[in-house]
């Protein structure tokens, strides 16, 4: 089962006798499941597991669901700042399916896009936090995808959430998309609230709602993924009023493709088609001909991906009809930054007086 088919099962779209009886199924599993998580998180705020504590700020930048919230650009973000007040910082990442020391997709993305920080692909985010300090003298560690690793301190939890779908259709792993229950952001410091611009104003206040009830304290900052331009592979630009008289051609494999096309269709250009691979795809050469022919039968003049995604292919050097770019975006934030700001600050400024 696909991506895209598991989550019409999850969310009930998908019908028949079959389909109920699948969901039962995982509702029953996810039972053991929340189980299981509710059981480690109990021992680790009870103090009988213990968290290492690295001679290093700890932040670390997660989420509660799976699956393309839009951390990465907060991680980017994140960097930006540190970077402006002259503070080393290294991210400790798992990767995905690659061995240590390899960058997959977004570490990738990360080391090109935060120069100045170190990017640690490791599995064993206690050995990577050692690295960073160790070998590299990182005076701040951020923990990419870390919310629900609690073996390692960490000085600040700041939890994504995606506006689109914000509480994994209420259920947890495998019945929903809900790594832990809601109720674990009792933890967080912060929630960045992602992609506010593709919802109905009334439906991103009931979001915030909901999360202060859960808790009260923390800061919730609304935020929203702005592209800049797209991007050639001889890394010309395309702005955004030549990229709104393009005919487009749109594909990508990752956790949230709406989002992406959303983005598309939210600069006023015009989508002529799409096409949805699962996430951390890998392309091969017959899904790079399936791209082209489809471009070419709809008749457009510009394939567009993501940066994700772009990493990933080697179609730019295989067309010649049709120009190919990815869509890199910024994080933006129409509310909430100056609290976030004050928060890490605060943050800093504490652990500098400690030591």
Known sequence: MNQQDFRKLISGKSGGLGAVLLRLVLSVVSWFYSGAILLRNFLYSAGWLKAYRPNAIVISIGNITTGGTGKTPLVIWLCNLFQEKNVGCAILTRGYKV??????????????????????????????????????GAAVLIMDDGFQHRRLHRDLDIVV?????????????????????????????????TRCDQIPESELSQIEKKLQLINPDMIVARSMHAAVCARTIDNKEINLEELRRKKIFAFCGIGNP????????????????????????????DC????????????????????????????????????????????????????????????????????
């Open 258 to 285: 709406d989002a992406f096309f959303n983005t598309i269709k939210g600069l006023g250009a015009d989508l002529a088609g799409s096409k949805v691979y699962n996430d951390h795809h890998h392309y091969t050469d």
């Open 161 to 193: 959430i995606d506006a689109t779908r914000p509480f994994g259709y209420g259920k947890m792993l495998p019945a929903g998309l809900l790594r832990e229950p809601v109720t674990g952001l009792k933890r967080a410091d912060a929630v960045v609230v």
């Open 99 to 136: 061995k240590k020391g390899k960058l997959s997709d977004e570490p990738a993305i990360l080391a090109k896009s935060c120069p100045d920080a170190k990017v640690i692909v490791e599995v064993d985010r206690v050995a990577g936090a050692a690295e960073g300090v160790d070998k590299f």
């Open 288 to 355: 790079l001909a399936d791209i082209c022919e489809e471009a070419r039968y709809l008749g457009a003049d510009l394939i567009l991906t993501t940066q994700k995604d772009w990493t990933k292919t080697a179609l730019p050097v295989r067309i010649k009809d049709i120009l190919f770019a990815y869509l890199p975006i910024e994080m933006k934030f129409p509310a909430g930054e100056g609290e976030l700001r004050r928060l890490i600050e605060d943050t800093l400024a504490a652990k500098m007086v400690q030591k």
